[in-house]
């Protein structure tokens, strides 16, 4: 087995981005969830489209969208990707005060799409608590993961997997 290391580092240890013009293009996809935690009152609004602002998670979901096709742009070594396929899905949990946001970036290319899905979890999110901050401050994000990743050399990789994903 090779040894771990820091792909976005040269020889001298400076930020660098890494050139992928030598890999094969293929299809690779990627899914991510970000969970955001507010009271029950708060996202039973969301839940009714009756936030301070209105709709929350229609906003949400554009600004997600719009966050994966400009992640060149917010990462500044990750790669412009010409993405095929970008979404996500926004549930509302009133109960349990959670709005749970996941992502779906595609792209047939020489690079993975894992920063996209997240970009796109994370500005989702950042959506939400902008959207119902007028009736809750203390609105949390508490986490932005990767949940899967297909494609490329080192294949498929599921979070919680046996084969070496992390348990959720």
Known sequence: ?????LTHLDES??????????????ERRARAEALVRMSPET????ARADGPK??????????GIAAA?????????????????ADLEIEVEPGEG?????????????????MEAMAACAVGALTVYDMVKG??????????????KTG???GTWTRGAADGGEAP
């Open 13 to 26: 240890g400076r930020a660098r981005m890494v050139d992928v013009g030598a890999k094969a293009e293929g």
């Open 69 to 85: 096709k400009r992640t060149g742009e917010l990462i500044p070594l990750a790669h412009p990707l010409p993405l095929t396929y």
């Open 98 to 114: 959670l709005v749970r946001i996941t992502s779906e970036a595609r792209v047939v290319g020489r690079t993975g799409v894992e």
């Open 43 to 46: 996202a039973q609004a969301v």
């Open 152 to 154: 490329g050399r080192s």
């Open 135 to 148: 009736m809750e401050r203390g609105v949390s994000i508490e986490r932005i993961e990767l949940l899967e």
């Open 54 to 63: 209105g709709d929350v998670v229609g906003p949400a979901r554009l600004a």
């Open 1 to 5: 087995m090779s040894e771990k290391r």
